[in-house]
């Protein structure tokens, strides 16, 4: 017989070749299976991060909370405004609930007369909290706090003159501390414009305000301004 015939592997080289293989397959399922679940973990820690990670209010809110705190906040005493870095969802310091179509028609907010796609708009911006960038231009220095008073590090400086309008309660202090404000709805054409700003003050007084604003020439102005609440000295709980 010719000594170059196929080779074959006798009884006991083919179970130890089949045992080695069996062992390497389970190994490499081990490794692949570990390398999966590790890949999903961190897939879901980065989702959730990214969950919980407020998004950031978009450039064309802007000029609608410039144009309001510059007719409704500011006097020529003005020299530092204190804003929440985050958006608010509550129209009310003592309430939870966030706004909703039905809300808008229970409180009979503006007699009614808001366009739907306006608060629709809003009510879809405003469930979640927002974080602001440094984009404000209002005309005087402001920065940023956090919910508990902490300031934060980023300020601004002074890009349009002051326009000097009284508030609708003067006041005559050189800091407003603070504001908070919602996102901004628009309605389908982006001519009209809907926020809601809150000014708590830290002696417990301060009110609460949606301002409906229209553009006129390129340009936001406040149409009309409904009072959602009212604090005094000697009312700290607030009303409308």
Not at 183 to 205: C, H, M, W
Request: with cysteine; hydrophobic share 40%.
């Amino acid at each position: 017989p010719s000594s170059y015939g196929p080779s074959r592997l006798t009884s006991g080289e083919g179970d130890g070749y089949s045992v080695r293989m069996n062992c390497s397959g389970r190994v490499s399922r081990a490794l692949i299976a570990l390398v999966l679940a590790r890949v999903l973990s961190a897939a879901a820690s980065g989702h959730a991060t990214a969950v919980d990670q407020p998004t950031v209010v978009p450039a064309e809110d802007y000029p609608v909370m410039d144009a309001v705190v510059a007719a409704k906040f500011l006097t020529s005493q003005t020299r530092m405004v204190l804003v929440e870095r985050l958006t608010t969802t509550r129209l009310q310091p003592d309430e939870d609930r966030l706004p909703s179509m039905a809300l808008f028609t229970e409180r009979d907010l503006f007699e009614g007369r808001l366009p739907a796609d306006l608060i629709r708009d809003f009510v879809a911006k405003n469930q979640r909290p927002s974080k602001f960038e440094a984009r404000f231009s209002f005309g005087v220095r402001y920065r940023f706090v956090a919910g508990d008073g902490t300031a934060e590090s980023e300020a601004s400086l002074p890009l349009l003159p002051v326009r000097r309008q009284s508030v609708d309660e003067p006041r005559n202090v050189d800091t407003i501390d603070r504001l908070a404000f919602s996102r901004v709805g628009f309605t389908i054409k982006a001519d009209q414009a809907l926020v809601y700003v809150s000014n708590e003050r830290p002696d417990a007084t301060g009110a609460g305000f949606l301002i409906w604003s229209v553009r006129r020439n390129s340009r936001w102005e406040v149409y009309d301004t409904d009072v959602i609440w009212v604090s005094h000295p000697d009312d700290a709980s607030g009303a409308r």
